[in-house]
């Protein structure tokens, strides 16, 4: 029966669009759409379907993790529809689980709406790219975009490293190697270590979360290839800092000198609802000048975000600029992105301005807001 059901949900998912589905007991299943979580009309699950469910699609080794850790993620196909990366978990007793629909189709950086620079970044020989945000803002579209330019245009070798593989490359111009830690390579540190002697011009590094990582990502940077990772933080300025604070005291400095040799750009992202439905992504941009490289240098990192602001012309732009934008173009309501911003009282002023007409000739309030 579960089998039957588990398919029948898949199905609806794919169709509807939906991002992710949640099964717990005491409720129907429910769907998050266009960001917004709703229930599915249909009977209420107890801990048995839940059960069942999850068993219906998850692998052997994967069941024995919940039983011993209490959870596991494991990443799947729906025949050629669709991937999912599931999220398997225990609460009160019972089985949970979320499945996140991964799209089999990638898109183009006009489509995701990437800041246009990025073309230009990632055809660089070396150096650190990273792309930030909190968990399910589209880090890993965005990434699969980007080695998908890649393979489409250079004859590289690219390894991945992702926990689990999400979106799935077909070798194009660039010869590609997934690895899947916990299935093809122990752990992160290990696979990347690993990397290093497979003659690599890119290493995509799925998650950056740990001293070991970061360490060798970046060392991987400064000796000669594009490496690209991930973190959940928001913001360019916070990201930097967010790196530095992983290391002990006693090492920052020379991290700072690594890193300001080593990185070329963080792009920050936010993914909001979209009127009438839909999401759409805000996006932060830093491009690593020779004067940003020093203010990382020098521990001036709080000056980073005044410099992406007065970095239009480099191809920067700010998180809260960006959310204005969507607002100023009523693709979203005040109140998302508001809720998405780094400085949420600022932006809430901005808009409070805007709505009273207080905006110079440009359409966009002078910057007196430092």
Known sequence: MATVQIDKLLETVVREKVSDLHITAGQPPVVRLSGRMQRLDTKSLDGEDTSALMKSITPERNQQELQEKGGTDFGFAFGDKARFRVAVFKQRGMIGMVLRRVPNEFLTF????????????????????????????????????????????????????????????????????????????????????????????????????????IGSAITAAETGHVVFGTLHTTGAQGTVDRIIDVFPTSQQEQIRTQLANAIIGILSQALLP?????????????VVTPAIANLIREAKTFRINSSIQTGRKYGMQLLDDALFDLWRKDLCDEKDVVTKSNNPGELKARIANAKKGVLDEEGEEEDDDE
Do not use: C, W
């Not at 699969?144 to 590289?156: D, G, P, R, T």
């Open 274 to 286: 979209r009127k009438p439905k839909g999401l759409v992504a805000a996006y932060e941009m830093l």
């Open 110 to 213: 006009e489509q995701l709406g990437l800041p246009p620079i990025i073309g230009d970044l990632i055809a660089r020989p070396r150096g650190l790219f990273l792309v930030t945000g909190p968990t399910g803002s589209g880090k890993t579209t965005s990434l699969a975009s980007m080695i998908n330019h890649i393979n489409e245009h250079e004859q590289h070798h690219i390894i991945t490293l992702e926990d689990p593989i999400e979106y799935y490359h077909q070798h194009k111009k660039s010869t590609i190697n997934q690895r899947e830690v916990g299935v093809d390579v122990p752990s992160f540190p290990e696979a990347l270590r690993r990397a290093l002697r497979m003659d690599p011009d890119i290493i995509l590094v799925g998650e950056m979360r740990d001293l070991e990582t």
